[in-house]
């Protein structure tokens, strides 16, 4: 579907990742740390799409363009919980707006916005005022990049990485770590929204060999790091969690540092996400090397009657 007039952003909306990429694939990787989450997607949806592994029918990949063709910014829709948020890159305000009209026209439910500021905002604000709603702030985020790594003290034990025997240890920890990021926020436990992966998603991530464990002296796990294969030549670090009988030892920021540490002698850029509001983990990482890059949020829409338009 293409949405647009003389002197609006043109809209296209595509349901094969691999399109999507042929489309952005210049635009991504002029900007390859902040396009991170969506090109990591794009690109695990194409191999998987080649694999035969059938998409949901409500996703799909956003392309913006002016009215020369160029594009101007991205998105997607692919989340896998509810309330199955957009994820939006920067974008011109009148490419938001007209994101948010058009969703609207669709007949799509949309209830909560994620990605760049202030392109969210602006997509939001329509959203809710089309459906007679507010908007509401679910999680402030900031993405940061590594720069020169700082190495922390170091602490006894070692980086060592998971294996598919690992997996029910490794899905435990995955699925505690939003409820407990959620708490040490400050934040009711549940209110982010996320979806542990699935056990075959697990294996798949495991099987890339970027699931780690800081183990102790006695090499047992006390914390995990994961990482997401490059887009781009740019790997994002995420999740990072340590059980709460074990934080305070140092293991986060060691596993952190020696993860960044591989993936930098890799020829890799490294990034993660912190939340705004979880003090600890943001002091780790910016005394790690991490520096901020782009603020971002999850504006969730309360009220009124969202998507009353017909799907086209």
Known sequence: MNAGRAGVPRLQFCTDPGEFLAATGDHLSADPVVSTVVATLAERARSERADGIAQPDRN??????????????????????PPYPPFLLPMPD??????????HERGEEVRAVNGALPAVER??????????????????????????LLRPDPVPGALTVATEHDVALVARWYDAFMGDADEQAGRPRGV??????????????????RVWFWTDEAGRPVHLTAANPPAFGVARVGPVY???????????????????????????RVCLYTDQANPTSN?????????????MANLVIVGGTPGSGKRS
Request: with cysteine; net charge neutral; aromatic share 6%.
């Open 60 to 81: 799909w990949w956003l392309v913006v363009r002016d009215d020369a063709g160029k594009v101007l910014g991205a998105g997607m829709r692919t989340a896998p919980f």
């Open 94 to 103: 009148d490419a938001a707006v007209a994101l948010a009209r058009a969703l």
């Open 123 to 148: 997509c939001a604000a329509e959203l809710a005022r089309l459906a007679g709603g507010r908007v509401e702030v679910g999680q402030h985020t900031r993405l940061h990049e590594l720069g020169e």
């Open 192 to 209: 982010s929204a996320h979806e542990a992966p699935d056990r075959t998603d697990l294996l798949r991530r495991i099987a890339t060999g």
């Open 242 to 268: 340590t059980p709460p009988e074990q934080r305070g030892r140092g293991w986060a920021s060691n596993a952190v540092a020696e993860v960044s540490r591989l993936l930098q002698a890799g020829g890799e």
């Open 283 to 295: 002091k780790i990482y910016a005394n790690l090397g991490y520096r901020p890059v782009v603020d």
